[in-house]
């Protein structure tokens, strides 16, 4: 349902954007959300995109990333710049309900997509 591509090989300091593509439908209202998961390593939240367009990051992306929606094409994009060796892993889209209060962010995962490898050579 969720069918996401663009990983690949880069050196360090290269961008590489991923995309996210649904097919079907998806909660109504529900955000679209990146994870990663680095070898040996928990999946980690990466970034959130709500229905309204409201992002958030997590401490590490440092401001390389960018996610964004085209609801049109029912796709999701990650712009990942200034690529580090520590960004290595797989990325999987996600979504589900996404909602921010105060400064705290509220992230649940209602459907997984497949992963995309992404690997960062210093």
């Known amino acids: 349902q969720l069918q996401a591509s663009g990983g690949g090989l880069v050196q360090a300091g290269g961008s590489l954007t991923l995309s996210c593509e649904v097919h079907?439908?998806?909660?109504?209202?529900?955000?679209m959300h990146w994870y990663r998961q680095a070898p040996g390593k928990k999946r980690e939240l990466v970034a959130v995109?709500?229905?309204?367009?409201?992002?958030n990051y997590a401490d590490f992306v440092e401001g390389r990333f960018a996610i964004s929606r085209d609801n049109a094409k029912s796709t999701v994009y990650l712009r990942m710049d200034n690529l580090k060796s520590e960004d290595t892993g797989v990325y999987y889209c996600?979504?589900?309900?996404?909602?921010?209060?105060?400064?705290?962010?509220?992230?649940?995962?209602?459907?997984w997509g497949q992963g995309t490898q992404v690997t960062v050579s210093s």
């Open positions: 995109i709500t229905s309204s367009g409201m992002t």
């Open positions: 996600a979504a589900g309900p996404a909602n921010v209060v105060g400064r705290t962010w509220y992230v649940e995962v209602n459907v």
């Open positions: 079907g439908s998806i909660g109504s209202g529900d955000g």
